[in-house]
């Protein structure tokens, strides 16, 4: 059974800077793309970020330029770094594993103005 656990959200002033973790268990996060999504209170699910197992980026355009995707294998952990951050980007940040649709619980980024 595939788990995913996210850290590194908490409260963060506009124009700030914060890097969210996902650790995955088990071996099949090598082989798997791994994606980003958030959830903002009141709206739907949003993709942000996806890396491939070969590390292959892309990017909503909603994060281009401001988030950055990438992945450690040997750490088994996905990450989302987030710079210049807005009031928007105040939601629930969830990660995925694509091969088994598996998702965390998510952590809460807020940012304040």
């Known amino acids: 059974q595939v788990q995913l656990v996210e850290s590194g959200g908490g409260l963060v002033q506009a124009g700030g800077s914060l890097r969210l973790s996902c650790a995955a268990s088990?071996?099949?996060?090598?082989?798997?793309?791994m994606a980003w999504y958030r959830r903002a209170p009141g709206k739907q699910r949003e993709f942000l970020a996806g890396?491939?197992?070969?590390?292959?980026?892309n990017y909503a355009d909603s994060v281009k330029g401001r988030f950055t995707i990438s992945r450690d294998n040997a750490k088994n952990t996905v990450y989302l770094q987030m710079n210049s951050l807005k009031p928007e980007d105040t939601a629930v940040y969830y990660c995925?594993?694509?091969?088994?649709?598996?998702w965390g619980q998510g952590t809460l980024v807020t940012v304040s103005s």
């Open positions: 995925n594993l694509r091969l088994l649709e598996v």
């Open positions: 088990g071996s099949i996060f090598r082989s798997s793309a």
């Open positions: 890396i491939s197992s070969g590390g292959s980026t």
